[in-house]
């Protein structure tokens, strides 16, 4: 009765993904893995070390700092044991920023970095799938700008491995936005309100709502301002000019901008960068600083990180932080229009029972070559199978020989 039911329901097109959903064919996935295997290196190489957060992790932990921008995003369900509400994770951060409060506990500068299949509930508008690979790193314990120069300067040397030509680089501190908001004195709507606007760049939205704000005429004129506060290094003069009357922090925040620009310029002064104080990308997660990666062929970022200060205080230690993300299928298909990795040289064995073959097959094999020994009665040809040589018997040797 049960096997009925269950052939009933089945999909007559059972083999459909859902929506957002791709598998990863062999030609890709070696590509995608020998990508991962060397930023993985490149991080090492940096001091960064690798974690691997669990896929599944308690709603709470997940949704830490972040949960704002992430709610709608995660997969939720109930723990069928605990009773607990989790989630599929929808963005490491959170994660990795729990190892180092909760289990390293270092009180030194702790560099991580991960990389994992992430799920979103909905797909980006520009990026239709719904299962990015997460490939990131984080610097934890460290206040400083050097900090954020560090990640920055560790992302770019990523893409630069990735064969990416032309990338550009945005900067902002949605810090400038949050003081102006205090120091207006903004209620939470309003200063929810706005940040929509400001997100769009809607300036005769924006007009009609600060006209409707009873604030001080200095703090109005500075919000309204921060829509055209973006472009090249001049951007970071005028900022100096129209937020004049600003608290310390935004005169800060702009020395901080000035001066990781000077550091950068100074290391690639080849790197185009430009400044947008009035993009607040992950504005209710991060604390300083924003970042973001772009390159003329792609209509989005394709790196992106920043500061998020604080993010530990939940997992029982606040510590100062800093980190980048990108997802490796995009890097990695971006790459693949770069360069072409050749396929690995496929050995063919007959299949025999001759402990001198074996024997063969296991040297070579030991030696990172690859060897794929026929099958009884199998079909196929050492030539479909895609093997560039086969293994011969040669005066009772096994020997490689090239496939004719």
């Known amino acids: 009765m049960f096997e009925w039911t269950y052939k009933t329901m089945q999909r007559k097109d059972s083999w459909l993904l859902p929506e957002g959903i791709e598998e990863v064919l062999p030609d890709e996935a070696r590509h995608l893995e020998n990508h991962r295997a060397k930023l993985l290196a490149l991080f090492a190489c940096w001091g960064y070390e690798l974690v691997d957060p669990p896929l599944i992790d ?7 700092g972040s949960g704002h921008d992430l709610a709608l ?31 390293l506990k270092q009180e030194w500068p702790t560099r991580l970095c991960y ?3 992430i799920l979103h509930t909905r797909g980006d508008p520009l990026e239709k799938t719904r299962s990015p690979m997460q490939i990131g790193a984080e610097l934890y314990g460290h206040a400083g700008k050097e900090s954020d120069e560090e990640v920055i300067c560790l992302m770019l040397d990523m893409l630069a491995m990735t064969g990416l030509l032309d990338v550009h680089l945005d900067l902002g501190h949605v810090g400038i936005y949050r003081a102006l908001s205090k120091q207006a004195g903004l209620s939470s709507d309003q200063e929810s309100e706005l940040f929509d606007v400001l997100q769009r760049k809607a300036k005769p939205e924006l007009q009609e709502l600060m006209a409707g704000y009873a604030i001080d005429p200095d703090c109005k004129q ?11 290094k001049d951007t970071l003069s005028k900022a100096k000019l129209i937020l004049a009357n600003a608290d310390e922090s935004v005169k800060q925040a702009l020395a901080d901008l000035d001066s990781i620009a000077n550091t950068l ?18 504005y209710h997660y991060h604390t300083g600083i924003v970042f973001a990666a772009f390159v003329p062929t792609v209509g989005r970022e394709i790196a992106r990180g920043g500061r998020y200060d604080n993010i530990g205080a939940i997992f029982g ?88």
Not at 58 to 64: V, Y
Not at 222 to 232: A, D, F, I, W
Not at 345 to 371: C, G, N, W
Request: hydrophobic share 40%.
């Open 58 to 64: 308690f709603l709470d932990s997940l949704l830490t």
């Open 73 to 103: 995003q995660t997969f939720k369900l109930t723990d069928q044991l605990s009773g607990e509400m989790l989630g599929v994770r929808a963005d490491m951060t959170p994660q990795v920023a729990k190892i180092d409060a909760h289990n």
């Open 115 to 117: 990389v994992g299949t």
């Open 222 to 232: 500075m919000l309204m301002k921060l829509v055209e506060l973006n472009g090249g």
């Open 265 to 282: 310029a100074q290391r690639l002064p080849n790197l185009p960068i430009s400044f947008d104080l009035a993009e607040l990308r992950g």
């Open 317 to 404: 230690r606040s510590r100062p932080a800093t980190g980048f993300s990108a997802d490796l299928k995009l890097l990695s298909a971006l790459s693949k229009q770069q360069y072409y990795i050749p396929r690995r040289d496929m050995i063919f064995a007959p299949y025999l029972s001759d402990t001198a073959l074996s024997e063969k097959i296991r040297e070579l094999r030991a030696q990172h070559k690859t060897v794929v020994q026929q099958l009884p009665g199998q079909v196929g040809s050492a030539q479909q199978l895609g093997c560039t040589a086969i293994l011969e018997q040669v005066n009772e040797q096994w020997v490689v020989k090239p496939v004719a």
